[in-house]
């Protein structure tokens, strides 16, 4: 059974970073592609960073630049560091392996201005 667990998130100020973290477990982790994707208030939930089994990494514009997905397959974990963050990067972040349909809990990112 995929179970998903994110964590890091919180309350930052504009310009601000933070690192979330996705905890792994039910599957061989190092053979899958893993994602993030966020959902703000109202919105749909959306794509914006996707690593392969491989390393190749690829984003959506409106965080290119700023933010960085990483996997560490000895731990079962894979990470987005969020540097200079904005107000409308405030939403709610989940990680995902393309090919299941499980979702975690999620994780709060809020940024004032």
């Known amino acids: 059974q995929v179970q998903l667990v994110e964590s890091g998130g919180g309350l930052v100020q504009a310009g601000g970073s933070l690192r979330l973290s996705c905890a792994a477990s039910?599957?061989?982790?190092?053979?899958?592609?893993m994602a993030w994707y966020r959902q703000a208030p109202g919105k749909q939930r959306e794509l914006i960073a996707s690593?392969?089994?491989?390393?190749?990494?690829n984003y959506v514009d409106s965080v290119k630049g700023r933010f960085s997905i990483s996997r560490d397959n000895t731990k079962s974990t894979v990470y987005l560091q969020m540097n200079s963050l904005k107000p409308e990067d405030t939403a709610v972040y989940y990680c995902?392996?393309?090919?299941?349909?499980?979702w975690g809990q999620g994780t709060q990112v809020t940024v004032s201005s």
């Open positions: 690593i392969t089994t491989t390393g190749s990494v």
């Open positions: 995902k392996v393309p090919q299941y349909p499980s």
């Open positions: 039910g599957f061989t982790f190092s053979y899958y592609n």
